[in-house]
Each structure stands twice: as structure tokens, then as C-alpha cells.
């Protein structure tokens, strides 16, 4: 099946919505997706540019409604609704100082991480957007009004390695760059980010950290309309911890299982334990990860898993300074319409080199054999990477920059029991990686809605991650502070749970003739949007996605 562009007048208006609005109030944004027409620019975070932005999403919103429903523009409308949500009623702009720090990070290494012109093209670029970068963090003083102290504390925690960033990593991203005038330029622009920042962090500690008394919490009401809007999901609140617990449950039986066939005189806590110190080096984790993805690629390609668009690989790295604190791994691909400068970065967050061994220890844990099996298949192959992959058969300007995480990071989720499902490895060590990043999700799903709906503390949430999820404490730790600032992020079981049941379903519609290479392939050819459209894609109907 392909993708068909929304027809006559609503094409036009999705255009017009691009074009006046997505691009041009996210500039940042604009260069990720491989448009370049915006990159001196940066966001404007006053009052009145969060006004304006507002104001614009609702002249759109009526004009969407009017429109003939179909599945390009319920997902514009429901971006708008989303957006609108965000800057009216959750007002993270007024909540999360990290917001902004570690927003002109990124805005910063969409310029550098590519390289879409020569250095003195970008740098020139990258100047103009710092020379804005010290209004953002003044902005930011003015805007933000009684954030929680857990959102103060991360933002304080962030801003080490943002201040390295810009004294090492941008520099260092430009040392070819040749026009002496535009260097001297840069020299002094990026002399007064850091001491914007340094200001910053002086300001978060000495003044908003002491009345920093919000609550991090949405609220039921909150927490149902963004996952309406943004994974359009309307399966009531109060079933939704049903469905976690119940996966919870089914996976901590397997893992207990396959625990009794590693070393039956043994619990599971002491196998995965005993798996945990299984892991590589530090200094050759990001070889380990190169292996892995080779050996998954050969084997997608040998039984027929997905057909890859390109074999070329991701290129492993260690993640960025300023993303470290609240990720592990991620996949840092280019924009849709990026065309020179296409490489795709798989970044991994290694110990910090300052660290004391016992630290270092722990921290490496989280990458035993199993869970850099499960990584590799979630941000590679056949996960995230795969998917940016296919992304360039679509053809629908919607489809290429809107859809939902319970898409892309349900497939990416899913592949992980998929890949083994499917005779990838007979190792049981490989299979309870697997299960221990299945809990890690189920708990994300559980600890989101309980902390966000008032049924959990942070201190409660910590110990969830430990007990029911099975993660070692620095991991616990790292995904509960995740949680306060990315509620819904039970995206990743609930997508896996629509995927596996639209496949049954798909199955069952085929019969005989049923491949799951012919799915695989043909969930990709929609894009990323939300399950539900999916469905209706692949099935022909609005049948039930759980």
C-alpha cells in the first residue's frame, strides 16, 4: 500500500499549516527535518512569541475542522490540539527551565551534527542562532512561574555538560571553517552563550530552586486528552493500568522462567544479577554495539525479517554532552528532507570518565549482553533505523514529520521480542535481556499514569523501576526523573501490544497467504502515524486496537 496525499483543498491547507506556522515558529526543527531556509533563526521563547504561536494554532484549528476527516488531517488536528494543550493548560513553558538550556543545546547541534553545507555556511548560521541564545535564558527567567524542584534539579544537573558542549564539542565541530572574520564572530557569540549559561545556573540554584514548589503532575483529565491527541488513544484511564499491570505480570512469569533454565538453584533477581556483570569493557562498548548491528542486519536480510531499503550502517557515537543525563541510547537520524548530509548517528551514553570505579560498575549494568541485544534491535535493526529508512518511500508531507511515538517507539519495542521470536538467538541469556527491557517498559507505563495521577511518589516510583522492572538502581533512578517530564511514556508497551494485536489481526485477514515480511513491510509504507490509522490502512476498519 503507498501513502496518498490529502486531496484538494486540505493539501493545500496542510501546506499553508507548514509553511506558516511548523517551520517558521520551529526553526530548530525546520533544519532537523532537512530544510535549511530557517537556520539562522532560533525560537522565539518571549511571552509574546509564545502568544503569537498560540494565536496561530487556533486561526488553524477551525479551518482543519472543517475539513473532510481522513487520516492527514486528523493527524494535523490533532498536532494542533496537542500543541495547544501544551501552551495553555500544561504550560511546560512556564515549568521546565531544562526547556530551554538544553533547547539552544540542540538547536546548536542540528547545525553542527550534519555537515548539509561547508563549515563556514553553517557557522555562519550557528552565529546568528547564538547571537539569540542569551535572550532565550533571559526569556526563560521571566516565563517560568513555581516549577516543581524536580524539573529545577535536572535543568542544574544538565548544565555541566551544556557548558562543556559549547566550550568543546561546538568549536571543535568547526575547526575547518576558514573565513577569519566569521571565527572572530564566533569566538564572541560563543563566549556569551557560556556566560549566559553560567548566569543561568546561578540564577536555577540562588533563586528558582528556593521556589521551585510546583507539582511535575497532570492529572487524569491532562494525561487522557495528550494521549487522545497525541497517539489517539482513547481507551479510558482507568482500564489503561490493567493493561500494563497484565503485561507486567506475563513478562515477570517469563523471566522467571527462562531465569529457572539459565540456573534453577538461583532466583531470577541473582541470575539477572549474575547477567548484569556480563557486559563489555567500557571502552569497547561501542564496538560491542557495531557487532551487534551487523549480525542483525545479515540476519533480517537472510530470513526475510523486512525488506531494508539500504544496508549501509548507522555510525556508533557517544552521546551528545547535553542529552547524557536522561538517556541511554538513541538513533539520530536525518530529517526526511535532508539531502546532502544523510548520515544516521547511533548514539550511546558511556560512564562518565570522572567516575569512580564502583560507579562505572553499576552504571554498566544497564549494558549487559542481553540489553545491548535488545538496544541494537530497538534503535537499529529492525527498529528506529529501519524505520527512518522507509520513512523516504513516503510521499505525504504529513506523514514525513507528524505522527506518534506509540508508533515509532512500539515498533522499535517490539522488535526486540520479534527478532528473537523469530530464531534470532537461542541464548536464554539474550532472551532475559530482553524480558528485563520488556518490564523496564511495562514499569515506564505503570510509574507514568500512578505518578501523574496522584497514586505515586517519585520515592514509590524509584522502587518500581527496582522491584517490578528489575533495573539496577542508577537506571531506576534516571527513568523515574524521565517520567516526570514525559508522562505518556507507556508509548513503548502500549504500541508493542497494538502492533502484535494488528498483526494477529492481519494474520487472520490473510490466512494462508500471511507474511510477515509483507506486514512488516507494509505497517512501514504508512509512515509512523498512530495505530489506530494504521489499522484502518492495513484492515479496513476501526476495529478495536487493544
Not at 560498575?361 to 534503535?379: C, P
Request: some cysteine; hydrophobic content about 40%.
Amino acid at each position: 500500500m503507498s501513502i496518498l496525499a490529502v486531496a484538494g483543498s486540505a493539501e493545500s491547507l496542510s501546506d499553508r499549516f507548514f509553511d506558516e506556522y511548523y517551520f517558521p515558529f520551529n526553526p530548530s526543527g525546520a533544519t532537523s527535518a532537512g530544510i535549511h531556509k530557517y537556520d539562522g533563526k532560533l525560537e522565539d521563547f518571549s511571552k509574546s512569541g509564545i502568544q503569537k504561536r498560540i494565536a496561530v494554532l487556533h486561526k488553524f484549528e477551525p479551518e482543519f475542522e472543517k475539513q473532510p476527516a481522513t487520516p492527514d488531517r486528523d493527524l494535523v488536528l490533532n498536532y494542533i490540539r496537542a500543541a495547544l494543550l501544551d501552551l495553555e493548560t500544561i504550560r511546560s513553558w512556564e515549568k521546565n527551565p531544562d526547556n530551554y538550556s538544553s533547547g539552544i543545546a540542540s538547536s546548536a547541534f542540528t547545525i553542527m551534527s550534519r555537515t548539509f553545507a561547508p563549515p563556514d555556511v553553517r557557522l555562519k548560521a550557528l552565529i546568528s542562532r547564538e547571537r539569540a541564545m542569551p535572550q532565550v535564558l533571559m526569556d526563560a527567567r521571566g516565563n517560568l512561574n513555581d516549577p516543581p524542584k524536580i524539573f529545577t534539579e535536572i535543568a542544574i544537573e544538565q548544565l555541566p555538560g551544556i557548558v562543556a558542549f559549547f566550550e568543546h564539542d561546538v568549536p571543535l565541530a568547526f575547526n575547518e571553517a576558514k573565513d577569519a572574520k566569521l571565527l572572530e564572530e564566533f569566538h564572541a557569540s560563543n563566549a556569551a552563550v557560556i556566560a549566559a549559561l553560567g548566569d543561568y545556573e546561578k540564577f536555577l540554584k540562588t533563586d528558582l530552586l528556593a521556589r521551585s514548589n510546583g507539582d511535575f503532575r497532570l492529572g487524569a483529565e491532562n494525561f487522557s486528552k495528550k494521549l487522545e491527541y497525541e497517539e489517539m488513544v482513547d481507551i479510558p484511564l482507568d482500564r489503561l493500568p490493567e493493561i500494563g499491570f497484565n503485561d507486567l505480570r506475563a513478562n515477570q512469569r517469563k523471566l522467571k522462567e527462562v531465569a529457572a533454565q539459565i540456573d534453577p538453584k538461583k532466583t531470577p533477581r541473582e541470575v539477572l544479577d549474575d547477567l548484569e556483570k556480563d557486559h563489555p569493557p567500557a571502552d569497547q562498548l561501542l564496538q560491542a554495539f557495531r557487532d551487534e548491528c551487523v549480525k542483525l542486519r545479515d540476519f533480517i536480510v537472510a530470513k526475510k525479517i523486512i525488506t531494508l531499503p539500504s544496508t549501509t550502517l548507522p555510525i556508533l557515537e557517544e552521546t551528545p554532552p547535553f542529552a547524557r543525563a536522561l538517556t541511554f541510547a538513541s538513533m539520530d537520524t536525518p530529517g526526511p528532507y535532508e539531502k546532502v548530509a544523510k548520515q544516521a548517528y547511533f548514539n550511546v551514553t558511556l560512564p562518565e570518565k570522572d567516575w569512580p570505579a564502583a560507579r562505572v560498575e553499576d552504571y554498566m549494568h544497564a549494558f549487559n549482553r542481553g540489553t545491548i541485544l535488545s538496544t541494537a534491535d530497538h534503535e537499529a535493526y529492525p527498529g528506529h533505523y529501519v524505520q527512518f529508512l522507509w520513512m523516504h518511500r513516503v510521499h505525504s508531507r504529513v506523514r514525513k514529520l507528524l505522527g506518534a511515538n506509540s508508533n515509532a517507539e512500539g515498533w522499535a519495542h517490539y522488535c526486540e521480542q520479534m527478532i528473537l521470536d523469530e530464531g534470532f538467538s537461542d541464548d536464554p541469556k539474550m532472551r532475559l535481556g530482553q524480558l528485563q527491557d520488556a518490564l523496564l517498559r511495562d514499569a515506564r507505563f505503570i510509574v507514568g499514569i500512578e505518578m501523574h495521577t496522584g497514586k505515586m511518589t517519585m520515592e514509590q516510583g524509584v522502587e518500581f523501576f527496582e522491584k517490578e522492572g528489575y533495573q539496577p538502581h542508577e537506571s531506576a533512578d534516571k527513568e523515574t526523573k524521565r517520567g516526570t517530564s514525559d508522562p505518556t511514556y507507556l508509548y513503548y508497551t502500549l504500541g508493542k501490544l497494538q502492533i502484535l494485536k494488528l498483526r494477529e489481526d492481519y494474520r487472520a485477514m490473510k490466512g494462508a497467504g500471511f507474511s510477515l515480511e509483507q506486514f512488516h513491510d507494509a505497517f512501514m509504507e504508512q509512515g509512523f502515524p498512530p495505530i489506530k490509522i494504521v489499522r484502518r490502512a492495513l484492515l479496513g476498519n476501526d476495529s478495536p486496537t487493544l
